[in-house]
């Protein structure tokens, strides 16, 4: 297997410098035809992630799954799905992003499994079996479940099911094909370090840590009833757990752990970064309800920095799998694809690593997934359809993503959003992306430069990065001037009609990186 690209000899770390890019495999590129996307059509693609100039790729779930949920119900953690390829291809595919100097993170699922796992089939198949307590079995009370505790798909309801043959009821979290492993269990915890451990051997730099919060529950399974505590997360225990797992990652140079942290507030996401032995980097999931205002932005920004006094590093993410993709989010008065290229440009300009997730960089909406092709249990189809490659017109109705009839539905004029078509063209969201990835990678201020807020007016997010650079985004409907340092210069807008001269007036949802004079 070939080397692991090196570390350059000052900070910062690999996942501080560039973005790190999501891939969700499903949809990203078929290479047999089977209408689903593989590990072969994301090889095959790599040159996109090098013009990209991503530091890291992060893979959705690979591994031997039934897809319940789409690979986040794991059946063998350490193998490859067939329907994604082989093991080989996998070590073959990181073999050929670390020649491209491009890390690989996979995503760890260690809270609960697919219930065809044979832990669980083990588990369900006697209340005698040695598996039985590496899951959350208990009686229930007064003919239903054992506590109040709800499923986080809504459409799911209650977050236990009765198991006939044994007579008790199990765990939940998710869907009922995904049963919460116990981790009061030590020997589930050990045995999913060995998870991990079996992928550093081979190389992989980093885990991206699926429910994180999950794998700490009350251990007296309480109801949450009106409590100020969540009992079936985010308890206690979570931090020794957060350490273990460190200190595993750690037994193997220069990876990184980015959790999804599903956390009240700011104050919880910190707590999960403190102390450098717990989480490299945290998802913010309050990212999610965040409304297009800029005080909402400043806070989330400025109250990080304030709470970690910048012991911690951010991780920016505006679009994912799970939620609906900016450009459709926020897209109040047809302002969508604007403000999808402000955030852009917020994501390379921040102090914190960018993550990109697939199709961003090409500005894409939701798709339209009619009622008959809904397959998702929590309305997530729209933002997981697949990316389109090549205009329909010359490349068929797969886009350029397969030769088959794809999973989803392709994203609504594919023909001028595919990446084909915008690579071609400097206007494009696209090539505003690669120049945001190319102007980071330059520029050591961009990428390490402490962060300042700047007041440009109440309704612009303005920030400078060291000495050198000023952004500025307009978060009004309306052109709004601003009043900027004498000497800024400009070195890019959202804008594609802005050439030149630093503005006096932004448009509606432009952003503006300015040089600052030295
Ligand atoms: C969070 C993942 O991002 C989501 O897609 C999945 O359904 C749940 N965790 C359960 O694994």
């Given amino acids: 297997m070939?080397?692991?690209?090196?570390?350059?000899?000052?900070?910062?770390?690999w996942w501080q410098r560039g973005a790190v890019y999501q891939v969700y495999p499903r949809s990203f590129a078929d290479a047999d035809g089977d209408g689903v996307g593989d590990l072969r059509g994301l090889a095959a693609h790599l040159d996109h992630l090098s013009e990209l100039r991503v530091e890291a790729v992060w893979l959705s779930p690979i591994f031997t799954s039934p897809m319940a949920d789409y690979g986040y119900d794991v059946a063998n953690y350490c193998d490859v799905d067939p329907l994604f390829g082989t093991l080989e291809d996998l070590d073959r595919l990181v073999e050929s992003c670390h020649e491209r100097g491009i890390r690989v993170v996979l995503d760890w699922v260690p809270n609960h499994t697919s219930d065809r796992h044979p832990w669980f089939e083990a588990s369900r198949g006697s209340r005698d079996d040695a598996k039985r307590d590496w899951y959350v079995w208990r009686d229930g009370?007064?003919?239903?479940?054992?506590?109040?505790?709800?499923?986080?798909?809504?459409?799911?309801?209650?977050a236990w099911s009765f198991d006939e043959r044994s007579g008790q009821w199990y765990l939940h979290s998710f869907m009922a094909e995904q049963p919460d492993l116990n981790w009061d269990n030590p020997e589930v915890e050990a045995a999913m370090h060995d998870v991990l451990r079996f992928w550093l051997e081979r190389d992989i730099d980093g885990f991206r840590l699926d429910a994180i919060v999950k794998i700490a529950k009350d251990p007296l399974l309480r109801s949450n009833g009106s409590a100020a505590l969540r009992?079936?997360?985010?308890?206690?225990?979570?931090?020794?757990?957060?350490?273990?797992?460190?200190?595993?990652?750690?037994e193997y140079p220069?990876?990184?752990?980015?959790?999804?942290?599903?956390?009240?507030?700011?104050?919880?996401?910190?707590?999960?970064?403190?102390?450098?032995?717990?989480?490299?980097?945290?998802?913010?999931?309050l990212i999610k309800e965040m409304p297009w205002q800029p005080e909402a932005f400043a806070a989330s920004i400025?109250?990080?920095e304030e709470l970690t006094e910048g012991t911690a590093w951010p991780a920016w993410f505006f679009s994912n799998h799970d939620m609906s993709r900016a450009a459709s989010r926020f897209d109040e008065g047809g302002q969508g694809a604007a403000r999808a290229r402000a955030l852009l440009l917020m994501l390379y300009a921040l102090r914190g690593t960018p993550f990109i997730y697939q199709g961003e960089e090409l500005g894409l909406p939701d798709a339209v997934v009619p009622p008959e092709r809904v397959?998702?249990?929590?309305g997530r189809d729209p933002e997981r359809a697949p990316l389109p490659w090549r205009p329909p017109s010359e490349a068929g109705p797969g886009a350029g993503f397969t030769d088959g009839e794809p999973w989803l539905p392709i994203v609504d004029d594919a023909e001028s959003l595919c990446v084909a078509r915008q690579a071609a063209d400097a206007g494009s969201t696209l090539a505003l992306t690669r120049r945001l990835a190319a102007l980071r990678a330059a520029e050591p201020a961009l990428q390490g430069g402490d962060q300042r807020p700047c007041d440009l007016g109440h309704t612009v997010l303005a920030w400078t990065r060291g000495d050198a650079f000023l952004a500025a985004v307009n978060f009004a409907a309306e052109p709004?001037?601003?009043?900027?340092?004498?000497?800024a210069a400009l070195v890019l807008s959202t804008d594609p009609g802005r050439e030149g001269e630093a503005p006096v007036t932004l448009q509606p949802a432009e952003a503006v990186l300015l040089r600052l004079p030295s």
């Fill in 141 to 158: 009370v007064d003919g239903g479940p054992p506590n109040d505790w709800v499923s986080a798909f809504e459409a799911v309801g209650p």
């Fill in 254 to 285: 220069d990876r990184m752990i980015v959790g999804e942290v599903d956390a009240w507030d700011l104050h919880g996401l910190v707590s999960f970064l403190k102390g450098g032995d717990q989480l490299h980097l945290a998802h913010n999931l």
């Fill in 302 to 304: 400025e109250d990080f």
């Fill in 480 to 487: 709004v001037g601003v009043a900027l340092p004498e000497g």
């Fill in 2 to 13: 070939g080397g692991r690209p090196a570390s350059g000899p000052a900070a910062p770390a």
């Fill in 375 to 378: 397959v998702d249990v929590d």
């Fill in 231 to 250: 009992h079936h997360e985010s308890w206690g225990s979570i931090h020794e757990r957060l350490r273990g797992i460190r200190r595993v990652v750690d």
